[in-house]
């Protein structure tokens, strides 16, 4: 439905109950500097992604910088977990598309004053064209912001370790 392959996803999900040492599945990227603060990302077999700040950050506004990245893949993944979602409830989805705001204190970042250097004030806008009703969609969209691994993840607490 959708053009979601469930079949696929059925199939891990019976691979995990008869394995459960299945369910973590471990993701790698790799971060290398080009030069000033441009920084290739490379992930899996895809084509590297540029990242670097705007000019007045200290880049060269050569690719996103990585808060734009963050907000880009929270909302990303968050379409992805409510797609899939309304998918199974057997909603027909005609359109999804989601937009993603937030702030940064930029003089945190810049080093001029304490506080919180995370992104601040997030708000995602869903906007949904199908035959399901509003209710219908607030719920799978609210059940999507707790299930959204991406979203979850941001509350997670990082572990460092220099090599």
């Known amino acids: 439905m959708n ?4 079949e696929a996803m ?6 995990i109950k008869a394995d459960p040492s299945l369910k973590i599945k471990s993701w790698k ?3 290398k500097r080009e030069s000033g603060i441009v920084n290739s990302l490379k992930i899996r077999d895809f084509d590297p992604i540029l990242m670097d700040e ?3 950050l200290g880049g060269t506004d050569k690719g996103a910088n990585p808060i ?3 907000i880009g893949t929270a909302g990303s993944c968050f379409a992805i977990t ?3 979602l309304a ?11 989601v937009e993603v705001d937030a702030d940064l204190n930029a003089a945190v970042f810049l080093g001029l004053e304490e506080g919180d250097g995370g992104i601040l004030n997030p708000m995602l806008t869903l906007t949904v064209e199908s035959d399901a009703s509003k209710q219908q969609i607030t719920e799978i969209a609210k059940v999507a912001l707790e299930k959204s691994p991406v979203l979850a993840s941001l509350k ?3 572990k460092l370790v220099i090599a």
Do not use: D
């Open 10 to 15: 059925e199939q891990t999900v019976k691979a």
């Open 68 to 70: 734009e990245m963050l």
């Open 87 to 97: 998918s199974q409830a057997g909603i027909a989805l005609e359109h999804v598309s």
């Open 29 to 31: 990227a790799h971060v």
């Open 3 to 6: 053009g979601i392959n469930f």
């Open 54 to 56: 705007p000019t007045p």
């Open 156 to 158: 997670a607490e990082l």
């Open 82 to 84: 409510f797609e899939v």
